[in-house]
């Protein structure tokens, strides 16, 4: 009998007036986040009789009522039938606080889950360390091992952090060190609190003030923000369908829609994410980062059944020059195919990398270079299709480094490929020419050899130099990326 009281006291049904006034802000409970993310009589939980480490004090009674499982519900449980891994701090115990029998929980569990090779979702809500437990001897509890032990966990199972509400200091950590976070609106996300920014000397801020998702969508902390908790679960549990293997082929648009979506002036920027949608089983795409670089596109779905990462050049933007931050989006985002071993396709429609004193300043050379490296060292598949424009470094990175590091690099019919954009290289290898001519003149000039050089740049071109593997029907793209990766994940 004592174990069912104790036991019905780490409920949602105990504290049945902090959830309804939880529930009155628009918000679920860690216990709802949970049993909607996971299959039902599923979980096995770890410490659920934990309580804080406040008993020289605060009366047990209490902290049994007040702290049930010390703020951290976590454990082992199946989403659609698979195993995972499942974390929550509770904000309604202390904040969502990092108290340290909480650390001790959390640090069991992700080693058990290193162990068991469980991917796992992390809901991360909470305000970071908790200053008041006094019950365990320590000076500076930088020996907790749950940073590093989850951090060790990079490239051994996928981790997805969910952030809501106030997320600060050690909770931010966690998030952070996940392979991707998923946002709510409401959700505010820093390195530290209103609390330690004020402790060191920095001002009085409101926590809204701290990290909001516009600002952290805008600088890439966040890869995905949605409209409530419902849907932070919603696309945990697409992601991580994209983890387990082949299934049937989905459903797919009509492939003859790929010849008309590209604007017939080749010089107008479109929007290149109809293509990904179009070549993506239907309903299985889940947008990266989209606040971040818009220059570049990023995403995960399934293509003839496989998980699929996707990049692309998105034109509308700089006309899909790569920046820094793109590169360094794009270098991120390959990096996570390859942990979470997922093949690549790359659609390239770029002039390049972005050039000029400003570009330079942002780090360009350091940021392109991790992207032409982490697409060399790609282990699973690669596959590169050129769809306008594939000109200079820009181009080659966005292939893994060369045309032919892709296990298959084709263009659609109307694409171009050069050493820099045509028009350039015509005024770099004419300067002398042109300067010598008659201002009238210079610009025919211009126009009469970039239309030659342009002949010459045709995909026909650099496939009969067998730069490139193929020219393609575009309709025919969806096709030949299947079978591709259908033959090399046959050897892998």
């Not at 659609?80 to 969502?96: K, N």
């Not at 008309?260 to 990904?276: A, H, K, S, W």
């Not at 239907?282 to 606040?291: F, K, Q, Y």
Request: charged share 25%.
């Amino acid at each position: 009998m004592e174990v069912l009281a104790r036991r019905f006291l780490t409920t949602d049904a105990a504290r049945s007036e902090k959830v309804d006034r939880w529930h009155g802000r628009g918000r679920r409970t860690a216990r709802e986040n949970i049993a909607d993310l996971i299959d039902d009589g599923s979980f096995v939980e770890y410490g659920r009789f934990v309580t804080a480490a406040q008993e020289s004090r605060r009366p047990l009674a209490d902290l049994v009522v007040e702290a049930p499982a010390d703020g951290i519900i976590g454990g082992t449980a199946t989403i659609d039938g698979h195993p995972c891994g499942v974390l929550s701090y509770d904000y309604l115990v202390m904040a969502g606080t990092q108290g340290m029998r909480g650390h001790r929980k959390s640090d069991r569990l992700i080693e058990l889950i290193g162990r068991m090779g469980l991917p796992t979702v992390f809901f991360t809500e909470g305000g970071g360390g908790r200053p008041g437990d006094t019950d365990l001897p320590l000076v500076s509890a930088l020996d907790v091992g749950s940073f590093a032990l989850w951090g060790e966990l990079q490239g051994v199972v996928p981790r997805i952090a969910v952030v809501s509400g106030r997320c600060f200091a050690g909770n931010a950590v966690i998030a952070g060190c996940a392979d991707l976070r998923i946002a709510t609106p409401d959700a505010n996300l820093g390195m530290a609190g209103p609390a330690m920014i004020a402790g060191g000397g920095l001002g009085q801020f409101a926590a809204e003030e701290i990290g909001p998702v516009d600002e952290q969508s805008a600088n890439g902390v966040l890869d995905v923000v949605v409209e409530d908790e419902a849907e932070a679960v919603a696309v945990v549990r697409r992601l991580l369908s994209c983890l387990r293997g082949h299934t049937a082929s989905g459903e797919a648009p009509d492939q003859e829609a790929l010849r008309t979506l590209l604007p017939e002036n080749d010089r107008e920027g479109f929007d290149v994410r109809p293509v990904i949608e179009t070549l993506a089983d239907a309903d299985t795409l889940t947008w990266l980062r989209e606040g971040w670089a818009p220059e570049l596109v990023t995403a995960i779905g399934r293509i003839g059944g496989m998980p699929t990462g996707f990049v692309a050049n998105q034109s509308t933007q700089l006309a899909g020059a790569l920046t820094a931050d793109a590169s360094a989006k794009a270098a991120d985002f390959l990096e996570l195919c390859e942990r979470w071993k997922l093949p690549v396709v790359s659609l390239v429609d770029t002039p390049g990398f972005m050039v000029g004193p400003e570009a330079e300043r942002t780090g360009l050379v350091r940021h392109a270079s991790r992207m032409v490296t982490a697409g060399a060292v790609l282990t699973v598949p690669l596959i590169g299709v050129v769809l306008r424009r594939g000109y200079g470094l820009g181009a080659q990175a966005m292939l893994g480094g060369s045309t032919h590091r892709p296990l298959l690099t084709v263009a659609w019919p109307g694409a171009h490929l050069g050493a820099m954009g045509l028009e350039g290289a015509v005024r770099l290898a004419l300067a002398k020419e042109l300067a010598a001519m008659p201002e009238q003149e210079r610009e025919a000039a211009v126009a009469e050899h970039t239309a030659q050089l342009r002949e010459h740049a045709k995909a026909l071109n650099a496939a009969r130099m067998f730069e490139i593997d193929d020219v393609i029907d575009p309709a025919e793209t969806r096709a030949v990326i299947v079978a591709t990766l259908q033959r090399a994940s046959s050897r892998r």
